[in-house]
């Protein structure tokens, strides 16, 4: 576990690599069953979980990242709803096993919401937002940079000087003349 705090918000990265607990592995097991019909078995077995901080007891959101058939590290990762009778998958991506959350709510189309950062091939991610009841996906260039790789990151240039008003023109955009 990983804690990045910024004087906006403190920022918590886990890693998706706690065993399924036994009181989910029925209901797992059904949600492979479905999207995974060719190896559901061999998929239960190789599935992991984030069981830190109470997401899936506290607020009913499963991550889960199946360790089998994966791809350069990238394996099947599903954001799912627990329900009573069983689990509702809601995002399904292709991702590392790095999740990261944020403390702070930032605005998105007029609404407070809570970014999800879960880590892709080398820098890359993918930015997911709880909005409403339906996730907004948004993909992230270089979101989980190293502070290595920022400090080569050459410095962007800078903007040209702007031309200085002249003295009638200040006095125009402070509205003094006629």
């Known amino acids: 576990m990983a804690v990045a705090v910024s004087p906006v918000s403190a920022q918590i990265a886990l890693t998706i690599a706690d065993p399924v607990l036994d009181d989910l592995r029925a209901r797992v097991a059904d949600l492979l069953r479905s999207m995974r019909p060719a190896d559901p078995d061999i998929a239960l077995d190789?599935?992991?979980?984030?069981?830190?901080?109470?997401?899936?007891?506290?607020?009913?959101?499963?991550?889960?990242?199946?360790?089998?058939n994966c791809?350069?590290?990238?394996?099947?990762?599903?954001?799912?709803?627990v329900t009573e009778s069983g689990l509702v998958?809601?995002?399904?991506?292709?991702?590392?096993?790095?999740?990261?959350?944020?403390?702070?709510?930032?605005?998105?189309?007029?609404?407070?919401?809570?970014?999800?950062?879960?880590?892709?091939?080398?820098?890359?991610?993918?930015?997911?937002?709880?909005?409403?009841g339906s996730w907004v996906v948004e993909a992230?260039?270089?979101?989980?940079?190293?502070?290595?790789?920022?400090?080569?990151?050459?410095?962007?240039p800078p903007s040209p000087p702007q031309p200085s008003p002249t003295f009638e023109e200040f006095r125009r955009s402070l509205g003094l003349d006629p």
């Open 46 to 68: 190789a599935t992991r979980i984030i069981d830190d901080h109470g997401l899936w007891r506290e607020h009913g959101t499963l991550i889960l990242r199946v360790e089998a």
């Open 71 to 81: 791809r350069d590290g990238l394996c099947m990762t599903v954001i799912a709803q």
């Open 89 to 132: 998958s809601q995002v399904t991506l292709n991702a590392d096993n790095l999740v990261a959350f944020t403390d702070y709510s930032f605005p998105l189309w007029g609404e407070g919401a809570y970014p999800i950062h879960i880590k892709g091939a080398g820098s890359t991610g993918t930015v997911l937002w709880l909005r409403q």
């Open 140 to 156: 992230c260039g270089d979101c989980f940079m190293s502070a290595e790789e920022r400090a080569k990151r050459p410095s962007p």
